[in-house]
């Protein structure tokens, strides 16, 4: 992860598009690392995109055309997908239905995330219900057709919905993900009575029992697609202008990359674009450590993402939610709450502190942004803390006056609280802090995993402020800061490879299933992967394929995934009872283990590779100054010396109480604490000035 202007062709391109910032983060064949930040343009990401790329060409001394074409690989990582729905910016969508179940989508089942609160109302729905039209048709609990479709119920509603201006429509049928041929045969003649409709079939999006998770999946992938398709169809032929050779490849929700072709079936796929690009960062932090058991935090300008990774690898899931929005595609196990730099803190009514959910944006931004922002944030009370100074940062994108923050802390919460500025600035950091820990709990302790055992890794533009602080109150052995903690996702989009999932529901009880049918099944969902990637031009022995079932106890809501490299019974029994034993501390025997679904997980390597690591220095380092900074172990300022951090080299160590400043982030060391660099320029902070056991 070093970082240099001596670059060598051909290299990587990963661009990031944040909440504030888009990071872009460059990696030549020799594994030299260019990295760099633009502001993100809400209104046109492509703009933040050029942006980043024209100051990358004018600090390397390239041009765009250069940079472009001697790239091999460029991964984006979108946020349009997002954005367009937390903006309800989507497309107008029309649904067809299953006659009698036309409002299956407002019902929603009655999932409510507190089962407790029946106040909170559920999000808007994206179909109204003049647009839920119902069609006569139905394929029974086995698969087999009992009412044949309906086509007369098929023109009628089309012609309706060309009236009302419905510009995508979804398809979603009774235990479609049985039998597809009534969804594609109704697919087939809306696109022949209204071919310019963008239109899409449940069972093409995901073949998983459950009709309400079903439609909301394929509601989804019809709302953005009009929105997010011509947008990434644009940016390529942008980028192939200005010199890319190469497909411009999409960051998945679950962690891997994909082409724009394919992405146009799947565009619901990108919802978590962003920050899954960190499971495969996580990766090479895991080899960088020698050791698997891993939490991430990603405190950026709005949000804090936490991941878990172990030996059984980056934790996924085949449902999530967003926005209040129910999505069946699996994704990389990301679990999002409001606690980032720009993250607003106020008072509420009852004279209590409080920050967030909402926050600054990239526009106005904090308050020290002197951008007319007013309401104080956690980056302003990080510069009257003294870890931030006055003055540009982020490669002058930014200036931090401070004095702007302290009037601000002061007069919207400090006075009305009758504490001092200071003392007020402490508690927004501390309350931040505690939200993340409570966050890194949710995956942890909550799922029967002890963070004493993992290493905290502290990244985004905010989470090394915020590590240690972290660490300590979790238990944690030691805190990991990669040298690209500020790039931390684009540099994750550089080292990513190509990833498919096929995911299908079978619903079957283990006992009486014979391993030739489990195989027979399996093999079923390897060869839809496999066939992907060929579509994708990818050589037949480069692809990777792992099969899991999804097992569950009768009764159960949930199900386990349990990897089969060999269909087992046996084996595949004792593998899914010591996962359950792991979740809930117990389980139920050995009988009543049904199967609900399966997974074939399909990957191509990239050929990424890392720089060899440096020599190993031993030399006595010196501060680039000395500033007053609060410490919470003191509950004061304290005289602290600030290191550059890209000044410092393998071997070199840090005592806290020190803060290390660089281009894209900020490492605070508290009090009683070593920072050691490794031989790939990373930091690790070992808490309480006591070896963790992690080699640096």
Same mark, same amino acid.
């Given at each position: ?68 074409s001697g790239c091999s690989h460029f991964v984006h990582g979108s946020t349009i997908a997002t954005n367009t729905l937390l903006e309800s910016k989507g497309a107008k969508v029309g ?181 899954? /690009? !960190?499971? @495969? ?6 080899? %960088?450590? *020698?050791?698997?058991? =891993?939490?991430?935090? +990603? ?46 803190a106020r008072r509420d009514q009852g004279g209590m502190l409080r920050t967030g959910p909402d926050g600054a944006g990239a526009f106005p931004g904090p308050v020290c942004y002197a ?42 919460? /400090? !006075?009305? @609280? ?6 007020? %600035?402490? *508690?927004?950091?501390? =309350?931040?802090?505690? +939200? ?138 004792a593998a899914f009872m010591e996962q359950f034993r792991r979740l809930y501390a117990h389980d139920q025997g050995e009988d009543d283990i049904f199967i609900t679904g399966g997974r ?97």
């Amino acid at each position: 992860m070093h970082i240099s202007k001596n670059l060598t062709a051909p290299w990587r391109i990963g661009i990031d598009i944040g909440g504030t910032f888009t990071d872009l983060v460059l990696i030549d064949s020799n594994g030299l690392l260019w990295q760099q930040k633009a502001f993100t343009t809400p209104d046109d990401p492509s703009e933040g995109v050029m942006d980043v790329l024209r100051l990358t060409a004018d600090a390397t001394g390239l041009s765009i055309e250069a940079i472009l074409s001697g790239c091999s690989h460029f991964v984006h990582g979108s946020t349009i997908a997002t954005n367009t729905l937390l903006e309800s910016k989507g497309a107008k969508v029309g649904l067809l239905v299953t006659e009698g179940f036309r409002d299956s989508l407002e019902i929603r089942r009655g999932i409510r995330p507190d089962i407790w609160d029946h106040r909170t109302p559920f999000p808007p729905v994206l179909v109204p219900r003049s647009l839920r039209l119902p069609v006569r048709q139905r394929i029974d609990k086995v698969g087999q057709p009992c009412i044949p479709l309906d086509h007369d119920d098929i023109k009628r509603a089309v012609a309706e919905m060309q009236k009302e201006g419905v510009e995508a429509i979804a398809i979603s049928f009774i235990n479609s993900f049985l039998n597809s041929q009534h969804e594609h045969e109704c697919k087939a003649l809306v696109r022949e009575l209204w071919s310019e409709v963008w239109v899409y079939a449940s069972s093409d999006i995901v073949r998983m029992v459950g009709e309400y998770e079903r439609t909301s999946t394929v509601v989804l992938n019809a709302y953005v697609a009009p929105r997010v398709v011509p947008y990434l169809r644009r940016l390529e032929l942008r980028l192939k202008e200005s010199g890319l050779k190469r497909p411009l490849l999409l960051m998945q929700s679950n962690g891997g990359v994909v082409s724009v072709p394919q992405v146009e079936h799947r565009p619901a796929s990108l919802l978590l674009s962003g920050p899954s /690009a !960190a499971a @495969s960062a996580l990766v090479v932090c895991a080899n %960088a450590l *020698g050791s698997p058991n =891993l939490i991430s935090i +990603e405190i950026g300008g709005t949000s804090c993402d936490v991941i878990l990774t172990d030996e059984s690898g980056v934790a996924m899931t085949n449902s999530t939610d967003v926005n209040g929005y129910h999505l069946a595609l699996p994704a990389v196990d990301i679990h999002t709450v409001s606690a980032g730099g720009g993250t607003i803190a106020r008072r509420d009514q009852g004279g209590m502190l409080r920050t967030g959910p909402d926050g600054a944006g990239a526009f106005p931004g904090p308050v020290c942004y002197a951008r007319g922002g007013v309401h104080p944030t956690v980056t302003d009370a990080q510069l009257v803390l003294g870890r931030l100074e006055s003055g540009r940062y982020g490669g002058g994108l930014i200036t931090l006056d401070k004095k702007l923050a302290e009037r601000a802390i002061d007069s919207r919460i /400090a !006075a009305p @609280s009758g504490i001092t500025t200071v003392r007020a %600035a402490a *508690g927004i950091v501390r =309350l931040m802090e505690q +939200e993340v820990v409570h966050a890194v709990e949710k995956v942890s302790v909550e799922r029967g995993f002890d963070p004493s055992r993992f290493v905290l890794v502290a990244v985004g533009g905010a989470g090394p402020m915020h590590g240690a602080s972290v660490a300590r109150a979790l238990g944690c052995r030691a805190v990991f800061v990669p040298r690209v903690a500020g790039v931390f996702c684009a540099f994750g989009m550089c080292t990513a490879d190509a990833r498919q999932d096929v995911v299908r529901s079978w619903l079957k009880p283990l006992g009486a299933t014979s391993e030739h049918e489990i195989e027979e099944f399996l093999d079923t969902l390897a060869h839809e992967c496999r066939n992907r990637f060929l579509d994708e031009g990818f050589a037949m022995d480069d692809i990777v394929i792992e099969r899991a079932l999804q097992l569950r106890y009768r009764g159960q809501q949930s199900s386990v995934d349990v990897r089969v490299d060999q269909p087992e019974t046996n084996a595949i029994r004792a593998a899914f009872m010591e996962q359950f034993r792991r979740l809930y501390a117990h389980d139920q025997g050995e009988d009543d283990i049904f199967i609900t679904g399966g997974r074939a997980t399909g990957s191509v390597r990239l050929g990424f590779s890392e720089q060899e690591n440096g020599e190993r220095v031993k030399r006595e380092i010196r501060a680039v100054e000395i500033r007053r900074v609060y410490w919470n172990e003191i509950d004061d300022f304290k005289e602290t010396p600030i290191f550059e951090s890209d000044a410092l080299k393998y071997g070199d160590t840090v005592d806290g109480p020190a803060l290390l400043e660089g281009s894209t982030t900020t490492v605070v060391v508290p009090e009683g604490c070593r920072l050691e660099v490794d031989g790939a320029s990373n930091f690790i902070i070992h808490l309480n000035n006591q070896q963790s056991g992690v080699a640096a």
